[in-house]
């Protein structure tokens, strides 16, 4: 037995690879990205009413990792990356079926013509993420405040401190979204992207953001931006 | 592009038919069922650590209407049945891809030799129901208390009353699991399973329920349980 689905859309995000993107949704507001509706979805009737719907939830792929074996335990990147819990106890990507499920701000609806567009803010999704449906976010359904929750008991209270380098400063003062770029760059570093078994001071490391490189280093409780480079 | 998928796991549950499930889960938390997962997903390691939550996200597939054709507007019975929404705005199962999304209590995880089974209550889903993905419900993400819910903001209000004829009451009493089957369809019966468009005083329904068609009719803002008919 098994079943087919076909994307009803398509995610464009400021995040070109799976480093640097917060470990869930929400953790970082500023991050805006859109959902296109693919044809034969793209009709403003499947949307009609979502508006009146602050958050949605995005069911979508995992589509960088589709061809990966599953494990059955897998290192939360919470508890250090060492300790393994089972996959079904976590959220990692690599699952039996790598369907993943992240809630989202949605902003505004946006018909025009043929384009059925969704604009989405606090995203934890990488750019081309096929996605397989979207629900309106119930609060008297989908909110348990005070569910356990076994190892991921709250938000990762310790943020780093981000400064720029002069080169940084510059390159970040030469784009025209350079105040909103600042704010979002400092919200993902301050969260340490580093995977906790592979964090070394000092050392330098870049992900791929919108048009850029960015690279940076940690020094005990800091990040230095060292360069948003070509 | 398409996308396939293998059930991780299969839902045994009291509902043999898709009338009479509560519109969403967790409304009746006397509802009893279990997640059995199977060959090759059947390992205890890939659920070690799971018993730390309370709460799961189940994603599943509505096998029964799997190959009906999505219509971009659908009628949600909170609105009575006559306005119709976008599907996207929906919950409904009639979907583009139809792939479910439930919060559900996690009472423990049972495992016996080849045999693991998470036990689960406050659940919505039909028995056979094919299971995709089991998620941790992790709180400080998934947990929105107070997002906009356009036309769903809360819980149904509005009980019914339930009673039971004397025969009704009868082959209730014969029964092994009198106490709880009598509490359970009282929280089945007070929601009013009617559809709002066809919804009938003095009229009969019925419907199947672990292995007795369960009869009753509405009289105003009352419910009669009618019959536990073989």
Redesign the interface.
Known sequence: ????????GLIHSPFKEKFGIPR???LVPEIRATLELVPP?N?P??????E????I?I?F?FHQI?NQEWQ??VRPPRLGGNQ????????SPF???P?G?S?VVLEQVVVDGDSVVLELSGVDLLDAT?V????????????????????????PEKLLRVQFSPQAEEQLQGRVDAVDLRALIIRLLELDPRPAYAAEDGRVYGFRLYDFDLRWQVDGDRVLVLELAG
Do not use: T
């Open positions: 037995m098994s079943f087919q689905f076909k994307p009803i869930q949704p929400g979805y009709n009737e499947a949307v009609a009413e979502l009146g719907y602050s958050h939830w069911q792929v589709l059955p335990r393994r819990v089972g996959v079904f106890a976590s959220r699952r039996p079926n369907i499920l809630v096929p397989l449906d979207i629900k309106p976010y119930i609060a008297y359904v989908d909110s348990v405040p005070d569910a356990e929750c076994g190892f991921a008991p709250a938000a």
